[in-house]
């Protein structure tokens, strides 16, 4: 299960941080992300992060809209992953989710993904 927290509305330009817990070893050795979704449009995936071919070695890759904005980050020991978005702005709008999948290597099309939180809002003005 995992329960995603942290959403809120802010000003363009502004900063928040999202988290996404689990109760059990879901981020283990998986690919694991960030997507979000607008109304009427598709969900996307926002950012991502897996780890590679040892423990610890975590690579990270971002949409081309959130590059340098957006950062992903794993707490391995407190089975949470997080989100911190700055320089936000109003298409930065939208519902996100984290989800995880069953194997190591990422895409980012949400069918990779076989767990899903139930979102958060985030709201830009």
């Known amino acids: 299960q995992l329960v995603e927290s942290g959403g809120g509305s802010v000003q363009s330009g502004g900063s928040l941080r999202l988290s996404c817990a689990t109760s059990?070893?879901?981020?283990?050795?998986?690919?694991v992300a960030w997507f979000r979704q607008a109304p009427g449009k598709e969900r996307e995936g926002v950012a991502v992060?897996?780890?590679?071919?040892?423990?610890?070695?975590?690579?990270?890759y971002y949409a081309d809209s959130v590059k340098g904005r957006f950062t992903i980050s794993k707490d391995q020991e407190k089975n949470t992953l997080h989100l911190q978005l700055s320089s936000l702005k109003p298409e930065d709008t939208g519902t996100y989710f984290c989800?995880?999948?069953?194997?190591?290597?990422?895409?980012?099309?949400?069918?990779?993904?076989?767990?899903w939180g139930q979102g958060t809002q985030v709201t830009v003005s």
């Open positions: 992060i897996y780890t590679a071919t040892y423990p610890g070695d975590s690579r990270a």
């Open positions: 989800a995880a999948a069953n194997v190591g290597w990422c895409l980012t099309t949400p069918h990779h993904f076989a767990y």
């Open positions: 059990g070893d879901t981020f283990s050795g998986r690919c």
